[in-house]
Protein backbone atom coordinates (compact mmCIF):
# COMPACT_ATOMS: atom_id res chain seq x y z
CA UNK A 1 0.00 0.00 0.00
CA UNK A 2 2.71 2.45 0.75
CA UNK A 3 4.62 1.32 -2.10
CA UNK A 4 1.73 1.96 -4.51
CA UNK A 5 1.29 5.64 -2.26
CA UNK A 6 4.87 6.37 -2.47
CA UNK A 7 4.60 5.45 -7.01
CA UNK A 8 2.00 7.49 -7.74
CA UNK A 9 3.57 10.29 -5.52
CA UNK A 10 6.51 10.57 -7.30
CA UNK A 11 4.37 10.28 -10.60
CA UNK A 12 2.38 13.36 -9.13
CA UNK A 13 6.26 14.95 -9.00
CA UNK A 14 7.50 14.34 -11.81
CA UNK A 15 4.45 15.35 -13.42
CA UNK A 16 4.77 18.75 -11.65
CA UNK A 17 8.67 19.19 -12.73
CA UNK A 18 7.83 18.48 -16.17
CA UNK A 19 4.94 21.56 -16.09
CA UNK A 20 7.39 23.69 -14.84
CA UNK A 21 10.12 22.49 -17.41
CA UNK A 22 8.11 23.24 -20.16
CA UNK A 23 6.91 26.74 -19.41
CA UNK A 24 10.83 27.52 -18.50
CA UNK A 25 12.21 25.85 -22.04
CA UNK A 26 8.48 27.43 -23.89
CA UNK A 27 8.00 23.79 -24.89
CA UNK A 28 5.33 21.80 -26.16
CA UNK A 29 4.46 18.28 -25.95
CA UNK A 30 3.01 16.65 -28.22
CA UNK A 31 2.00 12.63 -28.43
CA UNK A 32 0.77 10.06 -30.65
CA UNK A 33 -2.47 7.99 -29.78
CA UNK A 34 -0.16 5.12 -29.34
CA UNK A 35 1.67 6.71 -26.60
CA UNK A 36 1.24 5.27 -22.77
CA UNK A 37 -1.55 6.72 -21.24
CA UNK A 38 0.21 8.66 -18.36
CA UNK A 39 1.65 10.82 -21.21
CA UNK A 40 -1.20 11.18 -23.47
CA UNK A 41 -2.84 12.43 -20.29
CA UNK A 42 0.02 15.76 -19.80
CA UNK A 43 0.29 16.09 -23.60
CA UNK A 44 -0.74 19.60 -24.96
CA UNK A 45 -1.43 17.72 -28.16
CA UNK A 46 -2.70 14.43 -28.91
CA UNK A 47 -2.75 13.01 -32.34
CA UNK A 48 -2.60 10.65 -35.79
CA UNK A 49 1.03 11.39 -37.34
CA UNK A 50 -0.68 14.37 -39.61
CA UNK A 51 -2.34 16.53 -36.84
CA UNK A 52 1.13 16.09 -35.17
CA UNK A 53 3.08 17.60 -37.92
CA UNK A 54 0.61 19.96 -38.55
CA UNK A 55 0.75 21.26 -35.06
CA UNK A 56 4.46 20.84 -35.45
CA UNK A 57 4.44 23.59 -38.15
CA UNK A 58 2.13 26.05 -36.30
CA UNK A 59 3.63 26.25 -32.97
CA UNK A 60 5.53 29.39 -31.46
CA UNK A 61 7.22 27.33 -29.14
CA UNK A 62 11.04 27.07 -29.33
CA UNK A 63 10.83 23.49 -28.17
CA UNK A 64 8.90 20.44 -29.07
CA UNK A 65 8.83 17.38 -27.19
CA UNK A 66 7.84 14.57 -29.41
CA UNK A 67 6.38 11.51 -27.74
CA UNK A 68 6.34 9.48 -30.84
CA UNK A 69 9.03 7.38 -32.98
CA UNK A 70 11.96 8.60 -34.93
CA UNK A 71 10.09 9.67 -37.86
CA UNK A 72 7.77 11.71 -36.32
CA UNK A 73 10.31 13.98 -34.63
CA UNK A 74 12.29 14.00 -37.88
CA UNK A 75 8.98 15.15 -39.42
CA UNK A 76 9.38 18.02 -37.00
CA UNK A 77 12.75 19.15 -37.48
CA UNK A 78 12.00 18.98 -41.18
CA UNK A 79 9.12 21.32 -41.18
CA UNK A 80 10.42 23.44 -38.11
CA UNK A 81 14.60 23.80 -38.54
CA UNK A 82 14.66 26.80 -35.57
CA UNK A 83 13.14 24.60 -32.88
CA UNK A 84 14.15 21.87 -30.49
CA UNK A 85 13.00 18.80 -31.30
CA UNK A 86 13.71 16.26 -28.51
CA UNK A 87 13.00 12.50 -28.70
CA UNK A 88 12.85 11.70 -25.43
CA UNK A 89 14.06 7.63 -25.27
CA UNK A 90 16.45 7.99 -28.29
CA UNK A 91 15.90 4.55 -29.48
CA UNK A 92 12.04 4.66 -30.35
CA UNK A 93 11.86 4.03 -34.10
CA UNK A 94 9.59 1.93 -36.14
CA UNK A 95 10.69 -1.01 -37.81
CA UNK A 96 8.38 -0.06 -41.01
CA UNK A 97 10.43 3.22 -41.24
CA UNK A 98 13.47 0.89 -41.57
CA UNK A 99 12.25 -1.00 -44.38
CA UNK A 100 13.32 1.55 -46.96
CA UNK A 101 16.31 3.55 -47.75
CA UNK A 102 16.97 6.19 -49.73
CA UNK A 103 19.21 3.88 -51.76
CA UNK A 104 16.70 1.30 -52.27
CA UNK A 105 14.32 3.80 -53.05
CA UNK A 106 16.86 5.78 -55.98
CA UNK A 107 17.29 2.43 -57.21
CA UNK A 108 13.60 0.88 -57.49
CA UNK A 109 12.51 4.61 -59.11
CA UNK A 110 14.72 3.87 -61.96
CA UNK A 111 12.12 0.71 -62.62
CA UNK A 112 9.46 2.86 -63.76
CA UNK A 113 10.68 5.93 -65.50
CA UNK A 114 8.52 9.21 -64.95
CA UNK A 115 6.60 7.68 -61.80
CA UNK A 116 5.34 10.13 -59.10
CA UNK A 117 6.98 8.39 -55.43
CA UNK A 118 4.61 8.88 -52.63
CA UNK A 119 6.03 7.60 -48.81
CA UNK A 120 4.08 7.53 -46.39
CA UNK A 121 5.26 10.13 -43.32
CA UNK A 122 6.62 6.70 -41.45
CA UNK A 123 9.51 7.41 -43.71
CA UNK A 124 13.19 8.40 -42.69
CA UNK A 125 13.83 12.17 -43.60
CA UNK A 126 16.81 10.56 -46.29
CA UNK A 127 13.89 8.89 -47.68
CA UNK A 128 11.00 11.64 -47.80
CA UNK A 129 14.29 13.61 -49.36
CA UNK A 130 14.04 11.20 -52.36
CA UNK A 131 10.00 11.09 -52.87
CA UNK A 132 7.52 13.56 -54.75
CA UNK A 133 5.13 13.54 -52.10
CA UNK A 134 4.69 12.40 -48.70
CA UNK A 135 1.18 11.01 -47.29
CA UNK A 136 -0.18 9.51 -43.88
CA UNK A 137 -2.82 6.99 -43.64
CA UNK A 138 -5.36 10.25 -43.02
CA UNK A 139 -4.74 11.44 -46.21
CA UNK A 140 -3.39 8.92 -48.85
CA UNK A 141 -6.35 8.73 -50.72
CA UNK A 142 -6.62 12.78 -51.08
CA UNK A 143 -2.68 12.42 -51.34
CA UNK A 144 -3.07 9.54 -54.62
CA UNK A 145 -5.93 11.48 -56.39
CA UNK A 146 -3.84 14.56 -55.97
CA UNK A 147 -1.46 13.11 -58.60
CA UNK A 148 -1.62 13.90 -62.22
CA UNK A 149 -4.09 11.18 -63.35
CA UNK A 150 -1.71 9.95 -66.37
CA UNK A 151 1.19 9.36 -64.23
CA UNK A 152 2.03 6.25 -62.29
CA UNK A 153 2.56 5.82 -58.41
CA UNK A 154 5.36 4.43 -56.37
CA UNK A 155 4.15 4.18 -52.82
CA UNK A 156 6.59 3.38 -50.22
CA UNK A 157 6.95 1.69 -47.78
CA UNK A 158 3.64 0.06 -46.67
CA UNK A 159 2.27 -2.29 -49.15
CA UNK A 160 -0.66 -2.87 -47.20
CA UNK A 161 -1.56 0.84 -46.76
CA UNK A 162 -0.57 1.23 -50.71
CA UNK A 163 -2.82 -1.76 -51.32
CA UNK A 164 -5.68 -0.33 -49.41
CA UNK A 165 -5.09 2.90 -51.81
CA UNK A 166 -4.96 1.04 -54.87
CA UNK A 167 -8.21 -0.60 -53.93
CA UNK A 168 -9.99 3.29 -53.89
CA UNK A 169 -8.41 5.44 -56.63
CA UNK A 170 -8.48 4.32 -60.12
CA UNK A 171 -4.79 4.82 -60.56
CA UNK A 172 -1.72 2.84 -61.74
CA UNK A 173 -0.15 1.82 -58.66
CA UNK A 174 3.26 0.11 -57.87
CA UNK A 175 4.45 -0.59 -54.45
CA UNK A 176 7.21 -1.20 -51.82
CA UNK A 177 7.27 -4.90 -49.89
CA UNK A 178 7.19 -3.01 -46.63
CA UNK A 179 4.69 -3.16 -43.48
CA UNK A 180 3.82 -2.60 -39.90
CA UNK A 181 5.29 -5.66 -38.20
CA UNK A 182 1.73 -4.83 -35.40
CA UNK A 183 -0.99 -4.51 -37.70
CA UNK A 184 0.33 -7.23 -40.26
CA UNK A 185 0.17 -9.80 -37.64
CA UNK A 186 -3.59 -9.22 -37.06
CA UNK A 187 -5.24 -12.40 -38.60
CA UNK A 188 -8.63 -12.99 -40.02
CA UNK A 189 -9.29 -16.00 -37.96
CA UNK A 190 -8.71 -13.28 -34.66
CA UNK A 191 -10.90 -11.27 -36.25
CA UNK A 192 -13.51 -13.40 -36.94
CA UNK A 193 -13.32 -14.69 -33.43
CA UNK A 194 -13.40 -11.27 -31.80
CA UNK A 195 -16.75 -10.44 -34.36
CA UNK A 196 -18.47 -13.68 -33.33
CA UNK A 197 -18.50 -12.93 -29.46
CA UNK A 198 -18.91 -9.71 -30.50
CA UNK A 199 -22.11 -9.75 -32.90
CA UNK A 200 -23.21 -5.74 -34.29
CA UNK A 201 -20.20 -3.73 -32.83
CA UNK A 202 -18.47 -2.27 -35.84
CA UNK A 203 -15.13 -3.20 -36.66
CA UNK A 204 -12.72 -0.23 -37.24
CA UNK A 205 -9.22 -1.12 -38.46
CA UNK A 206 -6.16 0.69 -39.43
CA UNK A 207 -5.17 1.16 -43.39
CA UNK A 208 -1.72 -0.55 -42.39
CA UNK A 209 -3.45 -3.83 -41.87
CA UNK A 210 -3.52 -6.18 -44.54
CA UNK A 211 -5.88 -6.17 -47.36
CA UNK A 212 -8.06 -9.80 -46.04
CA UNK A 213 -8.45 -7.90 -42.10
CA UNK A 214 -9.60 -4.61 -44.50
CA UNK A 215 -11.91 -6.38 -46.29
CA UNK A 216 -13.33 -7.32 -42.80
CA UNK A 217 -13.90 -3.69 -41.85
CA UNK A 218 -16.79 -2.02 -41.32
CA UNK A 219 -14.50 1.69 -40.99
CA UNK A 220 -11.13 1.99 -42.22
CA UNK A 221 -9.25 4.90 -40.75
CA UNK A 222 -6.15 6.58 -39.60
CA UNK A 223 -5.62 6.56 -35.87
CA UNK A 224 -7.58 10.26 -35.16
CA UNK A 225 -10.42 8.77 -37.74
CA UNK A 226 -11.24 6.32 -35.63
CA UNK A 227 -11.42 8.44 -32.67
CA UNK A 228 -13.54 10.54 -34.63
CA UNK A 229 -15.95 7.63 -36.16
CA UNK A 230 -16.20 6.46 -32.39
CA UNK A 231 -17.20 9.79 -30.84
CA UNK A 232 -20.40 10.36 -33.11
CA UNK A 233 -21.41 6.88 -33.96
CA UNK A 234 -24.92 5.66 -32.10
CA UNK A 235 -23.16 2.25 -31.34
CA UNK A 236 -21.97 1.33 -28.07
CA UNK A 237 -19.31 -1.26 -28.83
CA UNK A 238 -16.59 -0.85 -31.31
CA UNK A 239 -13.91 -3.63 -32.53
CA UNK A 240 -11.07 -1.43 -32.84
CA UNK A 241 -7.99 -3.20 -35.41
CA UNK A 242 -5.26 -1.02 -34.39
CA UNK A 243 -2.38 -0.51 -31.41
CA UNK A 244 -4.09 -0.94 -28.33
CA UNK A 245 -2.89 1.90 -27.25
CA UNK A 246 -5.73 4.24 -28.88
CA UNK A 247 -7.93 2.35 -26.54
CA UNK A 248 -6.37 4.97 -23.65
CA UNK A 249 -8.40 8.28 -25.57
CA UNK A 250 -11.39 6.24 -26.76
CA UNK A 251 -12.15 5.12 -23.43
CA UNK A 252 -11.47 8.50 -22.10
CA UNK A 253 -13.61 10.29 -24.93
CA UNK A 254 -16.29 7.86 -24.54
CA UNK A 255 -17.03 6.86 -21.47
CA UNK A 256 -20.09 4.77 -21.87
CA UNK A 257 -18.63 3.08 -24.79
CA UNK A 258 -17.08 -0.49 -24.97
CA UNK A 259 -13.62 -0.73 -27.08
CA UNK A 260 -12.51 -4.39 -27.67
CA UNK A 261 -9.44 -5.11 -29.19
CA UNK A 262 -9.24 -6.79 -32.25
CA UNK A 263 -6.13 -8.38 -30.82
CA UNK A 264 -5.05 -7.30 -27.28
CA UNK A 265 -1.14 -8.18 -28.42
CA UNK A 266 -1.01 -5.05 -30.86
CA UNK A 267 1.25 -3.38 -28.91
CA UNK A 268 4.17 -1.55 -30.91
CA UNK A 269 7.49 -1.65 -27.82
CA UNK A 270 8.65 1.28 -29.54
CA UNK A 271 5.90 3.62 -28.84
CA UNK A 272 5.90 2.26 -25.16
CA UNK A 273 9.83 3.34 -24.88
CA UNK A 274 8.92 6.88 -23.89
CA UNK A 275 7.93 7.25 -19.98
CA UNK A 276 7.46 10.33 -17.40
CA UNK A 277 11.06 10.26 -16.32
CA UNK A 278 12.50 10.32 -20.04
CA UNK A 279 10.29 13.59 -20.70
CA UNK A 280 11.86 15.09 -17.69
CA UNK A 281 15.25 13.84 -17.97
CA UNK A 282 15.14 15.53 -22.16
CA UNK A 283 13.59 19.18 -20.71
CA UNK A 284 16.53 18.90 -18.32
CA UNK A 285 19.33 17.85 -20.54
CA UNK A 286 18.07 19.19 -23.62
CA UNK A 287 18.85 16.05 -25.52
CA UNK A 288 18.27 13.67 -27.03
CA UNK A 289 17.73 15.73 -29.70
CA UNK A 290 16.85 14.93 -33.59
CA UNK A 291 17.89 17.05 -36.39
CA UNK A 292 18.11 16.89 -39.56
CA UNK A 293 20.77 18.09 -42.06
CA UNK A 294 20.18 20.81 -43.98
CA UNK A 295 21.04 19.25 -47.52
CA UNK A 296 18.03 16.52 -46.55
CA UNK A 297 15.71 18.49 -44.81
CA UNK A 298 15.39 21.23 -47.82
CA UNK A 299 14.19 18.24 -50.15
CA UNK A 300 12.19 16.21 -48.06
CA UNK A 301 10.63 19.44 -46.74
CA UNK A 302 9.10 19.55 -50.26
CA UNK A 303 7.60 16.13 -50.12
CA UNK A 304 6.11 16.93 -46.44
CA UNK A 305 4.67 20.39 -48.08
CA UNK A 306 3.22 19.36 -50.96
CA UNK A 307 1.08 17.13 -48.57
CA UNK A 308 0.64 19.68 -46.41
CA UNK A 309 -1.15 21.64 -49.92
CA UNK A 310 -3.37 18.47 -50.18
CA UNK A 311 -6.90 19.83 -49.44
CA UNK A 312 -8.52 17.10 -46.61
CA UNK A 313 -11.92 16.06 -46.86
P1 LIG B 1 -1.68 7.42 -37.68
O1 LIG B 1 -1.81 7.85 -36.26
O2 LIG B 1 -1.27 8.53 -38.56
O3 LIG B 1 -2.92 6.73 -38.14
O4 LIG B 1 -0.43 6.40 -37.79
C1 LIG B 1 -0.35 5.19 -37.25
C2 LIG B 1 1.03 4.73 -37.05
O5 LIG B 1 1.38 3.63 -37.27
C3 LIG B 1 2.03 5.62 -36.53
O6 LIG B 1 3.17 4.90 -36.32
FE1 LIG C 1 5.95 1.69 -36.90
FE2 LIG C 1 3.85 0.08 -36.71
FE3 LIG C 1 5.00 0.97 -34.50
FE4 LIG C 1 3.60 2.63 -36.07
S1 LIG C 1 2.79 0.91 -34.93
S2 LIG C 1 5.60 3.01 -35.14
S3 LIG C 1 4.06 1.80 -38.08
S4 LIG C 1 5.93 -0.36 -36.05
Redesign the pocket.
Known amino acids: MNDIMSKSEDGEKIKESIKKLLKKRNAILLAHN?EPPEIQDIADLCGDSLELSIKASQTDADVIVFC??H?MAETASILCPDKTILLPAADA?????DMITAEGLINKRKEVPDTVVISYV?TSASVKAESDVCCTSANVIQVANSVPSEKPILMTP?KNLAQYTLSRTNRDIRYWDGY????NNLTVEQVKKVKKAHPGAPFLAHP?CPPEILALADEIKSTSGILAYAAQSNNKEFIIGT?VGILHPLKKANPEKTFIPADPGMI?P??KKIGLPHIQLALENMAPEVRVPEEIRIRAKAAVERMLTVPRT
Open positions: YGVFGCPMANDCPIHEECDM
